[in-house]
C-alpha cells in the first residue's frame, strides 16, 4: 500500500457509506483535496477530505509512512493543525509500517485530545463504523 491507496481506500468507504463528491456542503457530500490557510504564514495546507454527515462536519487526513524516519514528528504538525481547525473533528487515517507498528502512531494522536479535543486518529479499516453514528439524521 501506499499513500495513494490509503487515499483511495478512504474514499471507497466513503462512497460505500452513501457519500458523493460535491461542493454543495449538504449531508453525505465530501469535497477533496481543500486548501486552508497554514500554521506557516504565507503557506497553504490541504484537507484530503472534508466531509459533511447529517451530525457534524469533519477535516479527515491521511498519514502514511512506510519507513522510518521523521513520521513522528510530522503528526506533532497535526496535532497543532488540529487545534485550530474550524470543523466539529479532525480526524488522521493512518497508514503504512511505520505509523501502525505497535499502534503508537494513533495512540500518539489519541492521547493529544488535550491540545486538540476535536483530534480522533484510526486505521482505514475502523472508518466505516467511527462514522455510522452520523448515518442517522438528527430527530427533530
Known amino acids: 500500500m501506499c499513500r495513494k491507496a490509503l487515499l483511495g481506500d478512504i474514499t471507497s ?3 460505500d457509506l452513501g457519500f458523493v463528491k460535491n461542493n454543495t456542503k449538504s449531508p453525505f457530500t465530501y469535497q477533496y483535496n481543500v486548501k486552508y490557510p497554514s500554521l506557516f504564514k504565507g503557506k497553504s495546507d ?4 472534508i466531509l459533511y454527515t447529517p451530525k457534524r462536519v469533519i477535516q479527515l487526513v491521511a498519514k502514511y509512512q512506510e519507513s522510518s524516519g521523521t513520521a513522528m514528528e510530522k503528526l506533532g504538525y497535526t496535532v497543532m493543525d488540529a487545534a485550530r481547525t474550524l470543523h466539529n473533528n479532525y480526524v488522521v487515517v493512518c ?8 499502534d503508537r502512531a494513533i495512540d500518539f494522536i489519541n492521547n493529544q485530545k488535550v491540545h486538540a479535543p476535536r483530534l480522533h486518529a484510526l486505521r482505514v479499516q475502523e472508518l466505516r463504523s467511527y462514522l455510522l453514528d452520523d448515518l442517522t439524521p438528527i430527530a427533530a
Request: charged residues 25%; glycine residues 14%; negative net charge.
Open 46 to 49: 490541504h484537507a484530503h477530505f
Open 95 to 102: 497508514g503504512g509500517d511505520e505509523l501502525l507498528k505497535h
Open 13 to 15: 468507504v466513503l462512497e
